[in-house]
């Protein structure tokens, strides 16, 4: 079990709008703790999509957007395309582990 | 630009060592905390160690505390996993990875190696 929280699999049709929530605790995106969010096409590594809760990367399309609110966050992709077919996740801190870092179990986008 | 190249991976009997090695190239390694990630077959991402950029303060996963040793050698622009005690849940691709400033508190990772295959297993 992920300290965050996020579904499993979310899907859209080419050119909808889909959003991936994060959910997490008082002791981490709750305590105020960033909120950051990786692509991760299968067989590749990640690629950061979102720092900071809503700050993209150069490179990143504007498609792509972040916010954050409470003990939750949530990742927001519009004009779904082919390519944006892969896997999500977000990543903050927590203050109740030794590790520090951690990471959503990471959700599966399928483009219909 | 940023590279990070990982090696070291490979087969390893339960209870036995590796060492994982990162060769960083394309920034100036010693101004940046570094960190271990790894993902389980079919798993999701897994947060194993960090760094910072001194090298003065390491922070682990609970999962691996006291089995695993995160290193820098900064003259060699270089990052390392030692891993102790090896166990079949270990069974990982282990992706180094750069975090964009000196400590990493609160930070993302903004470049990531291509991994390396660590197959626990007798």
């Known amino acids: 079990q992920s300290v965050l929280t996020q579904p499993p699999s979310v899907s859209g049709a080419p050119g909808q709008r889909v959003t991936i929530s994060c959910t997490g605790s008082?002791?981490?995106?709750?305590?105020?703790?960033?909120v950051h969010w990786y692509q991760q096409v299968p067989g590749t590594a990640p690629k950061l999509l979102i720092f900071g809760n809503s700050n993209r990367p150069s490179g990143v399309p504007d498609r792509f957007s972040g916010s954050k609110s409470g003990t939750s966050a949530s990742l927001a992709i519009t004009g779904l395309r082919a390519e944006d077919e892969a896997d999500y996740y977000c990543q903050s801190y927590d203050s109740s582990l030794s590790g520090w870092g951690v990471f959503g179990g990471g959700t599966k986008l399928t483009v219909l | 630009e940023v590279l990070l190249l990982e090696s070291g991976g490979g087969l390893v009997q339960p209870g036995g060592s590796l060492r994982l090695s990162c060769a960083a190239s394309?920034?100036?390694?010693?101004?940046?905390?570094m960190g271990w990630v790894r993902q389980a077959p079919g798993k999701g991402l897994e947060w194993v160690s960090a760094i910072i950029g001194s090298g003065d303060s390491t922070y682990y996963a609970d999962s691996v505390k006291g089995r695993f040793t995160i290193s820098r050698d900064n003259s060699k622009k270089t990052l390392y996993l030692q891993m102790n005690s090896l166990r079949a849940e270990d069974t990982a691709v282990y992706y180094c990875?750069?975090?964009?400033?000196?400590?990493?508190?609160?930070?993302?990772?903004?470049?990531w190696g291509q991994g390396t295959l660590v197959t626990v297993s007798s």
């Open positions: 990875a750069k975090f964009p400033n000196r400590d990493g508190y609160n930070s993302n990772f903004d470049y």
């Open positions: 394309g920034f100036a390694f010693n101004n940046y905390a």
């Open positions: 008082s002791s981490n995106i709750g305590a105020g703790y960033d």
